[in-house]
Each structure stands twice: as C-alpha cells, then as structure tokens.
C-alpha cells in the first residue's frame, strides 16, 4: 500500500461524508472520488471501494450502535464524526479476521486516542453487545446470521481487544510501564581460518616496438603542372578575345545615331497593327446560340408563386370591377386628373433639383466663410494674448502686496498665541479632574451591566442545554421505515384530482383511445383540405394564363407606341434665389483670396542670397561630374587606339563610365 493507515482512513470517511444516495450511486461516487484525489495505486483503490460499499450496505446495523453511542457515552462527542466511528465499527465486525490485530491496532493509533477509547469501551463491552445491541441487529437480521457472522467472530478477538483498550486507558491515565532490564550484546569473534600464500608477482611482457613509417610525398602539397597550363591557356584566350572586341567596337561609326524616333516607332506601329487588322484567318470564331434559346421554355411554377399571383390578378380584376361600376353609376373620368398629377410631379421635380442646387451652394458658402472665421479668430486671439500679459502683470503686483500684509498678520497671532499657552495650564488641571468623575461613574455602571449579562447568559445556555437533552432523547427513539403499496388505496392529501395508481392506469388506457381516434379524423380532414386546395390551383392557372396573354397584347401595343413618341427633356432650373447665392460665393471667394494676399510672407534679402547660392552649387556640381565623365572617355579612346589597353584597366574604366552615368 502506497498510504498510511491513517490516511487510508481519512480517505474512507471522506467518501461517506460526501456521498448522497438520493441522487448518487455507490459506484460513481466512488470512482469519481478516487479520480479527483488522484489515487491510482490497485490496492488502496480495493480497500476504500470495499470499505465505502460494504459501510453503504450495513448501514442500518452500524446506525443501531452509533444511536446508542450518542445516547448514553458520546453526548459531549460531535455529530459531524458519526462516519469515523461507522468506519471502525465495520472494521471491528467484518474485516477483524482479515486485516488481523497488528492493522486494526494501527488504525485506531492513527486517530484521537481519547475518541477512540470512548467508543471502543463503549461498543466492546459485553452488557452492551450481547443484550440490546444483538437485539437491534436481529430486526434487520436472522438470528443465526447475525451470531456466526458478527458476535462469533467479534468474541474470538475479545482478550487481544480488551488488552488494547487497556493499554489506551493507561495511555490516557499517564501509567508507565516497568522497563527492561538492558541485557548484554554477544560480541562477534572472527573464524580461525589458516592464511593464503601470497601470490607470485609476474614478469612484466616487452612492449613491441613499431615500424617506422613512410614520409608523406611532397607532391601532395603542390598543384599538378596540368593545372598551371590550362591556367596560362585560358588567360592567353582571354586577352585575344578582348582585343578583337576592341578591334570591333572601333570599327563602328560614332556620328550615326541608328536609333529611331519615338514619332517613327509610333507610326510604324500604326501601320503594323491596320495590316494585321485586315488578316481575318486568326479571327475569333463565336459558337452558334443553343437551340432551345430560340424556342420558348415553360416554367415550372410553385403553389406560393401560383396563389401569390393569382390573389394579384384577383385584386386587379376587383379594382377593374369597381372602377366600372363607379364609371356607370355618374363618377367622373379620371384622365384630367392624372394630367394634373403628372405636371404636378414635373413641377415638385424642378423644385427639388432647385433646392439641391441651392443647398450646394450654401455649402460652398458656408466653407468660405468658415475659412474667413478663421483667420478672424487669428487676430482676436493675438489680441487676447496681450489682454493677458497685462493682466498677470497687474495679478502679480496684487500677490505681492497681498504677501506683505499677510506676514504681519502671522507676526501678530504668534504674539497672541504666546499669551494663551501660559493660561493654557490652569485649564488642562480642571479638565483632568472633571474627567475623573466621569470615569468613575462609568465603572460603576459597567459593573452592573456585567452582573445582568452574566445572569441572562446562564439562563440562556441552561434552556439550550435542556433542549439538546430533549432532541437527542428524540433521536436515540428507532424509527420504522417499511412501507405497504396498496394500488387502490390514495395517497392521503386531500387534493381534489387525488386518485389511485389502478385509476390512473385505467385513465391512461381511455385517453390513449380518444387520442387515437383524434388522429383518425384530422387524417381525413387533411386529405379532404389537400384536395380542395389542389382543385383551387387549378382554377388559379386558368385565370393567370388568361391574364398573361392580355398582358403580351397591351405590351406589343405600348412598344408601337413608344416607337412613335418624343423622349422627355430634361427640366431647367430657373431661380431668382440661387442666382444671387452665386453672386454671395464670388465676391467670398475674392474677400479670401485679398486676406490670404494680404497674410503672405514676403521673402526677405537673406532668404533669397541663400536660395541663390544653392542653386549655384547644385550647377557646379553637375559641371564636375560631367567633366571627370569626359575625360574617362577620351583616355578610354586613347587606349583602344594605342592597341596596348589590358584587360583590368579595360574593365575599370568601363565599370567607372557606367558609374559615372548612372
């Protein structure tokens, strides 16, 4: 075991502390504990599952010696260590034969030895075990049950038991033992064994010698001579091929400039692209249009879509209806009145086109003269800025006076207070003396209210005592918990819907039918509503194919129509208003611009000498460059002529003209 038997114990305790047989099983509690505390060890995991179960299962026989206990020996113990006692009882009864005396006397050592003994002293003693407490067993219990399994096996262990109780009480009495007399150790004496000869030494083998080696060939440390002429070889190759491209860079003429202008090159393009354009071999070819484009395709309608536009039709054929009606009984035409309404709404147009404009250039206006506030804001802060400094200058002046007239005052409290401290003393005795008094009669009255606190305390904890005495007295009565299931009989309530569980079952049995019925009539509802809506589906596609033709009619007409009319002109916007905001935003504009004139910076001598003198070196600057380019490439040209340029020199110059130029 990897636990102590102290902490095996704890474990056992805790488990039944914690577990609640209303909404837990025996198992999951268990293995959810030992998951949670982390014990994985085989055999600590048997002995707690064991313990907790077989606890679980003869707790009625564990609960008629703990109510005992607590009714006669354990009044002062608390109710909260009831599982302790439950755990050692189990021990004690079932488990004695196996765990043997050695492991129980561990188990109880590892506990309070003052709990203990009380418990064990109480539960072991022979009046008690074999009178009420067989007598309590045997109501769960047969009688042969309970003495082979239980008193035998608790009887056979009673001397060693009762010698452990024993030696608990003078333990807790403070007794000691008599000790030991300490008897003399055997003292250990060696074999007389005869003695080994000693072992020859050996003659030490010569160490062989090695030969001598070969000397590393100087030739590893040197290159081949194959290497060095392949090296002269491609260095003579080099300097051959670079004169020729000498020789050939020279021959061309450097006054003609074969490059082509950009108007050239852009109408040569010109001219490419019109003759390829006239090529029809590398033309896109499109594919044909499929052949059910050309042909009309039904479509598919759903029930929405078929109810939704047969109510559309429906309400438009009402609308017609009325419309005629109202035209037969004397309403007048409505065709004047639209035209009012159309040249209405041609006029509310123009005058939203209007007020857009106007908004527009009330923007603009505004932005000007959000501009014009601002610098206006410039010049009233500058203003402020000098209100200010004076200001603090004349704040500054105040303070000061203010000080010296304050340090006077200060000069004369310290006089004054000079004077009090000296008439300060004779106060301070009569103060001490007053509060004298005061703390006496406090004390006296804090005495009296102690004695009656102390009165009505006792009388408080002599009335709780006597209640604990009756509550326990209540517990320690057993109570019987069998219950007998009459199916007929009700449970007692006295509700109004209160019945039997044969009833119930009985109601159930009808409610099921009707339900079953109810089923059968809403399926016969639902086909007779199926039906119906089909046959209205039919009547609605009628009418929408009718209607449809009538539109394609009119809207043939209508396109002839459109073919022949005039396109609409857009309105002009004519306003006396937005004439005069133009005017406002002009004459804001050249207000700006004069106060934007008039806050420029001139710049002054200094300024411009200095722009002038950059400029100046920036010139100077390009001058040299160009200059030092020059002349590399004449002294490139001088060598080329010569014939005697090498190839590094060659190559630097060349690397220093494209610097140079880049």
Not at 469 to 486: L, N, S
Request: charged share 35%.
């Amino acid at each position: 075991m990897s636990l102590s038997h102290g902490q095996l114990l704890v474990h056992c305790i805790r488990v039944l502390d914690s577990y609640n047989s209303d909404t837990q099983s025996v198992e999951e509690h268990v293995n959810k504990y030992l998951k949670n505390n982390q014990i994985y060890d085989d055999s600590d995991q048997t002995f707690i599952v064991e313990v907790f179960s077989e606890c679980v299962r003869y707790s009625n026989l564990m609960q008629v010696v703990l109510d005992g206990f607590y009714a006669k020996d354990g009044k002062k113990t608390l109710r909260s260590e009831q599982n302790l006692y439950t755990v050692v009882c189990y021990l004690a009864l079932f488990r004695l034969d196996e765990l043997g005396m050695a492991h129980f006397r561990k188990f109880v050592s590892s506990q309070d030895i003052n709990r203990m003994y009380r418990f064990l002293n109480f539960f072991l003693d022979e009046k008690n075990l074999l009178t009420w407490i067989q007598d309590g067993w045997e109501k769960y219990y047969e009688h042969v049950f309970v003495e082979t399994n239980m008193i035998s096996s608790i009887q056979r262990w009673m001397p060693e038991l009762q010698e452990m109780i024993g030696q608990m009480k003078d333990k807790i009495a403070n007794r000691l033992k008599p000790k030991r007399k300490n008897l003399p150790t055997t003292e250990i004496k060696p074999f007389n064994i005869t003695q080994p000869r000693p072992r020859s030494i050996p003659i030490p083998e010569p160490i062989p010698k090695l030969k001598k080696h070969k000397p590393v060939p100087k030739t590893l440390y040197s290159e081949p001579k194959e290497f060095s002429q392949i090296k002269k070889c491609k260095e003579s190759n080099r300097r051959i091929a670079e004169e020729r491209l000498m020789e050939a860079s020279g021959i061309k003429f450097a006054c003609a400039n074969p490059a082509k202008s950009e108007k050239t090159i852009e109408i040569l393009n010109n001219i490419v692209s019109e003759e390829e354009a006239k090529l029809e071999f590398e033309r896109h070819r499109a594919n044909p249009p499929p052949s059910f484009l050309s042909r009309e395709v039904p479509i598919k309608m759903n029930t929405a879509t078929i109810l939704r536009e047969g109510n559309l039709y429906r309400k438009k054929e009402a609308e017609e209806i009325k419309k005629w009606e109202n035209l037969e009984a004397g309403a007048k035409d409505a065709s004047d009145f639209l035209k009012w309404q159309t040249e209405m709404r041609q006029q509310d147009l123009e005058d939203e086109l209007a007020e857009i404009e106007r908004r527009r250039l009330q923007g603009k206006l505004s932005h000007e003269e959000a501009i014009l506030a601002r610098q206006d804001l410039i010049q009233e802060n500058k203003q402020k800025v000098k209100s200010m400094k004076e200001e603090t200058e004349k704040m500054m002046q105040d303070y000061l006076q203010k000080k010296f007239s304050e340090e006077k005052e200060m000069r004369q409290l310290v006089e004054d207070t000079m004077q009090g401290h000296k008439n300060a003393k004779e106060a301070t005795k009569k103060l001490r003396e007053y509060k004298r008094k005061i703390v006496q009669e406090v004390n006296e009255e804090s005495k009296e209210l102690m004695k009656q606190a102390l009165e009505e305390a006792e009388e408080e904890m002599r009335r709780r005592m006597e209640l604990i005495h009756q509550i326990r007295a209540m517990e320690a009565v057993p109570i019987i918990r069998q219950k007998f299931v009459d199916l007929t009989a009700t449970s007692g309530h006295g509700l109004l819907s209160e019945m039997s569980i044969a009833e119930l079952r009985e109601r159930l049995s009808l409610f099921r039918i009707a339900e079953k019925e109810t089923e059968e009539q809403r399926r016969d509802d639902i086909l007779a509503s199926k039906q119906a809506k089909d046959q209205m589906l039919l009547e609605t596609l009628e009418t929408i194919s009718k209607h449809r033709l009538e539109q394609t009619k009119s809207a043939a007409v209508r396109f002839e129509c459109k073919k022949k009319g005039l396109i609409p002109k857009k309105p002009e916007i004519k306003d006396s208003k937005l004439l005069e905001l133009e005017k406002k935003l002009e004459e804001r504009k050249a207000q700006r611009k004069r106060e934007q004139e008039k806050l420029k910076v001139v710049p002054s001598k200094q300024s411009v000498n200095q722009t002038r003198s950059l400029i100046n070196q920036k010139k100077a600057l390009e001058e040299s460059r160009w200059r030092e380019l020059e002349m590399t490439q004449e002294r490139a040209a001088r060598l080329m002529g010569d014939g005697v340029m090498k190839s590094q020199s060659a190559s630097r110059l060349a690397s220093a003209s494209a610097i140079m130029a880049s």
